[in-house]
């Protein structure tokens, strides 16, 4: 399979240790492709991130700024508020989409796996999505962004390092330049806003996100079961 503009991959984004790794699993196992090149297997606890979109993601940052922190995993407002200007501008766009070998990145992404439905549910994870969007959202018109939105509490953190990170973000401006990215040109349909917390707890809030991904809703026995099979303190 080639690349097609046409295409309409997913887009998970959110803050670095705010859910989006359970969530790109939980996504997973339900059938939705996240990559050949995926840093472990469905069944671990792990960043489940392509490494081709990952490697993309950071050449694009580092591109544009000079010796920022790895990921922008920092809570120093300057960077992001640098990345800002960068891309505010057309030419910047163009510079950082012409350093995408998008024909050879699709093909690392989707290494020896059967083609995958172009109309079905497949993208990539990466907290970089939500800085990064406005460039993929050039090369691919039609793409998809499902955010994760999580609440910061010290209940909700869990039990990671990533999740410590996200605890020490002390204002709410670095969160949110993650859990609320740029999504401007995106279709409103298109776009979709997980509550992580509330999904993990209520049914009919994760089923909304399986209506958007055109699945059909899970009952109450295996929505439990799937949580079950996939929850990180195994």
Request: contains cysteine; hydrophobic residues 35%.
């Amino acid at each position: 399979m080639k690349f097609d503009s046409k295409m309409s991959p997913i887009l998970i984004c959110g803050c670095h240790g705010g859910g989006t790794s359970y969530t790109t699993k939980l996504l997973r196992w339900q059938g939705v492709f996240a990559g050949a090149d995926t840093t472990c297997s469905m069944f671990e606890r792990a960043t489940h991130e392509s490494k081709c979109f990952q490697i993309a993601n950071e050449t694009m940052l580092q591109t544009a700024l000079t010796d920022c922190p790895v990921g922008l995993r920092t809570s120093e407002l300057s960077w992001f508020q640098k990345w800002e200007q960068k891309i505010a501008s057309d030419s910047m766009l163009e510079t950082l989409k012409s350093h995408i070998d998008i024909e050879l990145l699709f093909s690392n992404y989707l290494g020896d796996e059967k083609p995958i439905n172009i109309n079905g549910n497949w993208g990539w994870k990466d907290p970089r999505n939500s800085l990064t969007l406005p460039i993929w959202k050039t090369i691919f018109p039609e793409l998809r962004v499902l955010v994760v939105v999580k609440e910061h509490s010290e209940e909700k953190l869990g039990k990671s390092s990533s999740g410590s990170w996200f605890k020490s973000q002390s204002t709410k401006y670095v969160r949110q330049k993650y859990m609320l990215p740029n999504v401007a040109g995106v279709k409103p349909e298109n776009i979709f806003y997980f509550k992580f917390d509330l999904a993990l707890k209520e049914l009919n809030v994760f089923n909304g996100m399986r209506r958007w991904l055109n699945l059909p809703d899970l009952s109450q026995d295996k929505f439990t079961a799937l949580l079950e099979k996939t929850r990180y303190d195994k």
